[in-house]
């Protein structure tokens, strides 16, 4: 059990460096000074102040999770998303169930849907020509019943993929705000604070 | 509350680059479902129009042309010829040539298709006492090759009985002949794209053996016992042997003797694998 606010603040420091920029560091830190510094002059000691903020590795993790969902909202992008999630993770094992498995779930999703568009986009133009084909009597080419409506089926198989396409970016999107939410009100709870 | 998002919109800003007479991508997507829906109600009711639609006539709900024909079977009989010479020539499918047609028949050939003008053209002549037989796929072009999946599959059985010249070319698909038990007196193999698998009987075959290939792997077998010298020509790709002897660049069964009647086997292969198989 820590005994003094030295050593609460060089942990905290240990923790947050290579995440959070130094100003940001310096910051907190001068706010839990400030903490202990109140806390002094009201008469606790020491030890009863390290007691009452808890551990500051979980202090550490719990910023560094908020600082990278707000990361992730300001500048969204993958590579922010996925740090974001793992932080958040580190809050508590049930994370693996509450965070974890919705994100590969609708990663997974996502990319399905990605994948059929691709799909249906590359070999909706490759079966408009094997149509042409078939109708300029090729029978080597023939993948369809009937020439004529393949050639049409063709083009609306094109263009639901890029139409799948198109849903799956604003799907990802819509995922991704709904999902800062959801890290944001997850680490509320996890620290007992009001949602950030 | 949403904040302005650098990253957020790159797509959004392709798009506006692309805003070709005020062009949206609200536009752009109302443009694709409306492309989409008219397609497939076109494309339906062309199918309707044609009888073909899915469902209708016990057909499979599909736009795609599914299955195959159970097979029509044609048969050629010798009518007292006493050698044969056969040629094949298919655009795209599948390929089995084998022995063990019936008595009196020099070729029975079923085929497996999936639209009837697919079927192909078979002829037969007589000159002297050779029976002629053509076989050959009416869709035939040279632009076939590019097929990647055909719907052909045909299957021959040739006489045991009559020497036999055999002239094969396919365009693209996998072909398999097992002429072991066949009385060869020549044979030609030409295959553009797909594996090959040739397996040759015991019995010399006098006249000349060419089998020349496109792309793709190549499996020759010949009877350890025979008297066989393989000569390979071989562009890109292993040349593999198994249980043959090579000597001054051509492969020989163990026990080949230029003094007795030899099958002389010619393998040209452009790219692929060949495997030459003594067994």
Redesign the interface.
Same mark, same amino acid.
């Given at each position: 059990m820590l005994q003094n606010e030295q050593e609460f603040t060089r942990i905290l420091k240990e923790r947050l460096e290579g995440t959070l920029a130094r100003e940001e560091i310096d910051d907190i830190v001068s706010d839990y000074s400030e903490h202990f510094r109140m806390g002094k002059e009201s008469g606790r000691t020491d030890e009863e102040l390290c007691k009452s903020l808890g551990s500051p590795e979980d202090i550490a993790r719990e910023l560094k999770a908020l600082h990278l969902v707000k990361k992730a909202? *300001? #500048?969204? #992008?993958c590579r922010n998303i996925f740090h974001a999630v793992i932080a958040t993770l580190g809050l508590g094992l049930f994370n693996l169930v509450f965070v974890l498995v919705p994100f590969l779930i609708l990663l997974v999703m996502l990319f399905v849907i990605f994948i059929v568009g691709v799909l249906f986009a590359v070999f909706g133009p490759i079966g408009f020509v094997f149509s042409l084909l078939q109708l300029a009597?090729?029978? /080597? =080419? /023939? +993948?369809?019943? *009937?020439p /004529?409506? $393949? /050639? =049409? =089926?063709a +083009? $609306?198989i094109t263009?639901?993929g890029?139409?799948l396409i +198109?849903g799956d970016?604003y799907l990802a999107?819509f995922f991704y705000?709904i999902g800062i939410r959801y890290l944001k009100w997850n680490i509320s709870v996890i620290s007992g604070t009001e949602e950030i | 509350m949403r904040t302005n998002e650098p990253g957020d919109d790159k797509f959004a800003g392709l798009v506006c680059r692309l805003n070709l007479s005020g062009l949206t991508v609200t536009k752009i997507i109302l443009w694709l479902l409306a492309i989409t829906i008219v397609s497939f109600m076109i494309g339906v009711g062309v199918l309707a129009v044609s009888g073909d639609l899915p469902g209708a006539h016990g057909k499979t709900a599909s736009p795609f042309v599914e299955g195959g024909s159970p097979g029509n079977t044609s048969s050629f009989t010798l009518v007292g010829a006493t050698s044969g010479a056969v040629s094949i020539t298919m655009g795209a499918g599948e390929l089995t040539v084998r022995g063990g047609a019936p008595e009196d028949t020099l070729m029975e050939a079923t085929v497996f298709y999936r639209n009837a003008e697919w079927q192909p053209v078979i002829t037969e002549s007589v000159n002297g006492s050779q029976k002629i037989i053509t076989m050959t796929d009416k869709g035939h072009t040279a632009k076939e090759w590019v097929a990647v999946h055909s719907p052909n599959s045909w299957a021959v059985q040739l006489s045991n009985r009559v020497p036999l010249d055999l002239t094969v070319h396919t365009g693209a698909g996998d072909t398999s002949l097992d002429l072991s038990h066949l009385s060869l007196a020549s044979l030609v193999v030409e295959n553009g794209a797909g594996d090959t698998e040739i397996t040759l009987g015991s019995a010399p075959v006098p006249g000349p053996v060419e089998i020349s290939l496109g792309i793709g792997d190549l499996t020759l077998r010949v009877p350890k016992a025979s008297n066989t010298r393989i000569i390979v020509h071989s562009g890109v790709g292993d040349v593999s042997r198994s249980g043959l002897v090579e000597q001054g660049g051509f492969f020989t069964t163990p026990g080949y003797d230029p003094n007795r009647p030899v099958t002389e086997i010619r393998v040209k292969q452009g790219v692929g694998s060949t495997s030459l198989e003594a067994v």
């Open positions: 909202e *300001n #500048s969204k #992008s009597g090729q029978p /080597a =080419f /023939a +993948i369809w019943l *009937n /004529a409506a $393949g /050639a =049409f =089926f +083009i $609306g263009t639901m890029l139409l +198109i970016y999107r705000r | -």
